[in-house]
């Protein structure tokens, strides 16, 4: 069992953390979440000190105690907790206060499953739901907490339902999915920044009093802050101590706080941000706050981030290519721009066909009025100036050439400039009257209706049914403004952002559904949308617009942090590259984007023919090493380059009898000092064969002793270490 209910205490159980709460005088109290303690009641910890200016509750006779200085599962807003809250209704009588108290809960087989929202699903592993149920004790709001429990993949899932039973409407001003609290301050916060084509930069700053956190109000998760966020001890590394993980599977705006408060307490809170959330609750109508993926590990970062990686794997990304085998793509966007026919494609594809990549991927440029990215967005026509003989000529003469084919699309969006927009202007999110905000010169569609929905939804089918259509880019290539709705009703209006996030979700499991065999590529100007609600529909995501093999590096690293290799997109392009002006080796190129799902983006037919061997030679090698580096498991072995001379990274395989490791040395030395790496997850005792030497070397020494890197002659080397364990 991994859900344990004893004299008012619950406590979930995964293999190496437990997670507790007590309900104690009607109150839903969190005791504890860390390294396995068995069921002991850790409420032991507790200790209540009469604190001037923390009220206490009506009914407990006793100054010591105040919500304001307790742990708490779900903290309602407005009855002596000043720390940040979970939850802010609006009663009809304005009255913003709400008392939550314990009523039951329940126990139930498998996981829970949230209706229009993507969370982790239980697929092979054991998985059980906690359902806590708590009512306002004035009013006829009761909030609804889910708790998943994977006991083998150490997550603890929380997603929360707000229903209101009463007899009159409610606004819900803020729902958050969870609150975690934590006796303790001494942690650092870590959080992934970032901006277009510099996207997931790994920050850790010490707590400090006040509230510390990131979020996004741009309608998508972005590129600048990740929803993705940690706390750990100030010694925690890599290897070692305790960290907390909170992934929220969601795409749109959020927010994550971490506040210490007077008492030295943490409070960790994440749910959708309420900047113009206003939800109204009719009787009986409910609310769904999206979930969020907690982990522990006593094991420091990198066993934290190999929790999120198998969960995600295996738990979130669905459909046929969760698993099958993604094929090696070469996408024209970086070759041609807008500047392409069919007859340039085919002969991207004839090239690309002789040194063994297996799909071409058409990028933005073939449909409607667009030869730049000032129109045409909304007509979803094939441009026949361009690809004369339709989309199905084009397809079949790539088929012949033996290579399947991939298209872009970017449906959330509209040009003014065009015929979608000229006879639905109402379709745009645009508040009437008011000036436009651009954004690369485009409109963001109102995806929160259906209507505007399902004409894209038919359109886009239609070109998929055209022709043998294997891969769609799915691209977003701006933030929102102007968040008004036409469909919905003056007091409805603070629904627009998220009712836009679940019209996107129902977009994408119908369109998902439909073409099953499709591969669908998320993106969102590169990883302005790089999100696990996300990767529920899209099993990889364009990781950032930056091809550039060392910025990747850094963006790379900290999109590591949460999320698994399999999901991240990454292709080498053309030197100098056309985001930085750096050259760099086609081996250092070809060694990092392989740490992803790999690809190229560049004008083949230009390529010098040693460069298109060393092509030919990197293709064999990733179909070569594409199960270790799909499914490995993965370990950092540096910084992202801050602090260090090299970045390095390794993957080990399930069984731990093959291993890939990857350095890119950043500067070249005269006189160098030793360079060493300290490789990671090998048996100890097992001896290991280096390829290409005659070395065989024990995992302990290659672990402790670690590796003597060759000294390079230029900057950003790559080197790679192969090891197979010896029979
Ligand atoms: C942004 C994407 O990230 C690029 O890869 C490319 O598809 C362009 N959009 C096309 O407009």
Not at 225 to 249: I, Q, R
Request: glycine share 8%; hydrophobic share 35%.
């Amino acid at each position: 069992m991994a859900i344990i209910c004893k004299d008012n205490v619950i406590t979930l159980k995964t293999k190496n953390s437990v997670y507790q709460m007590k309900e104690d005088r009607g109150f839903l109290f969190h005791t504890y979440y860390g390294p396995n303690v068995g069921d002991t009641d850790m409420s032991y910890l507790w200790r209540t000190i009469d604190r001037g200016f923390s009220g206490n509750p009506e009914g407990i006779d006793d100054r010591g105690f105040s919500l304001d200085t307790q742990l708490l599962e779900y903290p309602g807003y407005g009855t002596g907790d000043y720390r940040d809250y979970c939850l802010r209704v609006v009663y009809p009588d304005g009255s913003q206060v709400t008392n939550l108290k314990y009523v039951d809960h329940e126990i139930l087989e498998g996981k829970y499953a949230l209706e229009g929202l993507p969370a982790m699903y239980q697929g092979d592993e054991k998985a059980e739901t906690l359902k806590i149920t708590l009512r306002d004790i004035h009013r006829h709001v009761e909030v609804l907490l889910y708790y998943g429990v994977f006991e083998n993949l150490d997550i603890i899932t929380r997603a929360c339902k707000v229903i209101n039973q009463g007899e009159e409407s409610v606004h819900l001003r803020r729902a958050y999915s969870m609150c975690l609290d934590f006796h303790q301050k001494d942690m650092d916060f870590i959080q992934f920044y970032g901006r277009h084509a510099m996207e997931r930069v790994m920050e850790r700053s010490p707590l400090h009093h006040g509230i510390q956190g990131v979020g996004s109000r741009r309608g998508y998760s972005s590129h600048q802050y990740n929803p993705f966020v940690m706390l750990a001890k100030h010694d925690t590394t890599e290897d070692s101590g305790w960290c907390w993980g909170s992934c929220f599977v969601y795409s749109g705006n959020f927010q994550a706080e971490a506040e210490v408060s007077q008492a030295n307490n943490t409070r960790l809170t994440m749910g959708i941000h309420d900047t113009q959330f206003d939800f109204l609750l009719e009787p009986g109508e409910s609310f769904t706050a999206p979930e969020v993926m907690l982990s522990f590990s006593s094991e420091g970062m990198g066993k934290l981030s190999r929790n999120y990686h198998k969960a995600i794997r295996r738990n979130i990304c669905r459909g046929k290519f969760k698993n099958a085998r993604r094929p090696i793509l070469i996408n024209n966007w970086e070759a041609t721009y807008f500047g392409f026919d069919t007859d340039k494609l085919l002969e991207i594809a004839r090239e690309a066909k002789n040194v063994g990549i297996e799909m071409l991927v058409m990028d933005d440029g073939w449909f409607g009025k667009r030869d730049d990215d000032n129109s045409g967005l909304g007509d979803w026509v094939v441009n026949e100036k361009k690809l004369p003989g339709g989309l199905k000529r084009l397809v079949d003469g790539v088929n012949e050439i033996g290579l399947k084919f991939g298209i872009w699309f970017e449906p959330e969006m509209v040009s003014e400039d065009s015929d979608l927009y000229r006879e639905h202007p109402d379709w745009a999110l645009k508040v009437p009257g008011h000036s436009l905000t651009r954004g690369r010169n485009q409109l963001v569609l109102d995806f929160s209706r259906e209507d505007v929905r399902q004409y894209i939804f038919d359109k886009m089918s239609e070109i998929l049914e055209s022709a043998n259509i294997e891969y769609v880019k799915w691209d977003a290539n701006r933030h929102m403004t102007d968040v008004w709705s036409a469909m919905l009703p003056a007091e409805r209006q603070g629904e627009v952002f998220h009712r836009y996030i679940l019209g996107l979700y129902d977009f994408l499991e119908k369109i998902t559904q439909k073409f099953p065999d499709v591969l669908f590529e998320g993106c969102s100007g590169g990883g302005g949308r790089f999100d696990a609600g996300m990767m529920y529909y899209h099993p990889q995501i364009w990781c950032s617009d930056d091809t550039d093999a060392i910025e990747r590096l850094r963006i790379q690293y900290g999109t590591s942090f949460a999320y698994p290799v399999s999901t991240v997109g990454s292709h080498v392009s053309v030197c100098p590259n056309h985001q930085t002006g750096r050259s760099v080796s086609m081996k250092t190129r070809g060694v990092v984007a392989m740490s992803g799902t790999f690809g190229y983006e560049l004008d083949i037919t230009k390529m010098s023919e040693e460069d298109k061997n060393v092509v030919r030679e990197q293709v064999e090698e990733f179909k070569k090493y594409y199960d270790l580096i799909q499914q490995g498991d993965y370990y950092r072995l540096s910084d992202d380059g801050t602090k260090s001379n090299y970045v390095a990274w390794q993957f080990v395989s399930e069984d731990q009898k093959e291993s890939l490791v990857n350095v890119v040395v950043l500067r070249t030395k005269a006189n160098p000092p030793f360079q060493f790496v300290y490789l990671r997850g090998l048996k100890a005792e097992s001896l290991y064969h280096v390829e290409g030497t005659e070395l065989n070397l024990t995992g302990a020494a290659l672990m402790n002793g670690g590796y003597l890197l060759p000294v390079v002659s230029d900057d950003y080397e790559a080197v790679q270490i192969h090891l197979v364990e010896c029979e």
